[in-house]
């Protein structure tokens, strides 16, 4: 079984300042692990990917993740936020050799960029 | 270039009632997938078709049907509408095999049951 578990429900940081959305997993085999970004009354946006290679894999509005096996972790990092990146985020998980290719999602970090 | 479009983008049924929510992709993707997004449980697969002419089940599928029409279209049934399906319903589609890309998300649909 494959699942994902976001253990912030809410991360709150100060523009300008670093930020931090933690993921862990867990799944047979290697994983493929996404991050999506959900803005109001939207659909989920893809941010980013780690599949194999280099564990700092860098996306989307300036967005990057570590992937960490040791960890099973995959969390989200931003060097500097903004507040257009208040969002729901929420990070994705499926096995490598999953032929239905579906994602288990973790349940969701809200993000608040104070100004 | 739409991606991923669903209709219709909000509903209200009365309990009992049924209907279809409808989904279409123009990326060519083999695999498409329905979720449910609820407050504090983030997206739960209900079905998913990972090439045409095949369905399966997901982590939620009581209370739906679905049919992969064409390679395009996937849609979900609801038979007899419940207020525990009061949900945000999102079609997705993903890459042919071998091209790890993701998932491509429509816009949602808001579906209330009273």
């Known amino acids: 079984a494959q699942s994902v578990a976001q253990p912030e429900d809410q991360v709150n940081v100060a523009e300008g300042n670093p930020l931090t959305v933690k993921c862990t997993y867990s799944?047979?085999?290697?994983?493929?692990l996404f991050w999506y970004v959900q803005y109001p009354n939207r659909g989920l946006q893809f941010l980013l990917k780690?599949?194999?290679?280099?564990?700092l894999v860098k996306g989307s509005y300036g967005f990057e993740a570590e992937f960490n096996k040791s960890q099973t972790s995959f969390h989200l990092k931003k060097p500097s936020a903004l507040v257009s990146d208040s969002a729901l985020y929420f990070c994705a998980v499926r096995a490598a050799g999953d032929s239905g290719y579906a994602l288990n999602f973790g349940k969701g970090t809200s993000l608040l960029v104070t100004p | 270039n739409a991606g991923v479009t669903q209709t219709p983008k909000f509903q209200v049924l009365k309990t009992g009632q049924s209907m279809t929510l409808q989904c279409a992709q123009d990326?060519?993707?083999?695999?498409m997938y329905w979720y449910r997004q609820d407050p504090g449980m983030g997206l739960r697969l209900i079905y998913y078709?990972?090439?045409?002419?095949?369905?399966d089940k997901g982590e939620v599928p009581n209370g739906y049907n679905v049919s992969r029409l064409n390679k395009r279209e996937f849609s979900l049934r609801l038979e007899s509408a419940a207020p525990s399906q009061t949900s945000v319903y999102f079609c997705?589609?993903?890459?042919?095999?071998?091209?790890?890309?993701?998932?491509?998300f429509g816009q949602g649909t808001r579906l209330t049951v009273v």
């Open positions: 780690y599949i194999t290679g280099d564990n």
């Open positions: 799944v047979s085999g290697n994983p493929y």
């Open positions: 997705a589609s993903s890459e042919q095999q071998g091209k790890v890309k993701g998932a491509f």
């Open positions: 990326m060519n993707h083999n695999s």
């Open positions: 078709s990972a090439s045409e002419g095949t369905t």
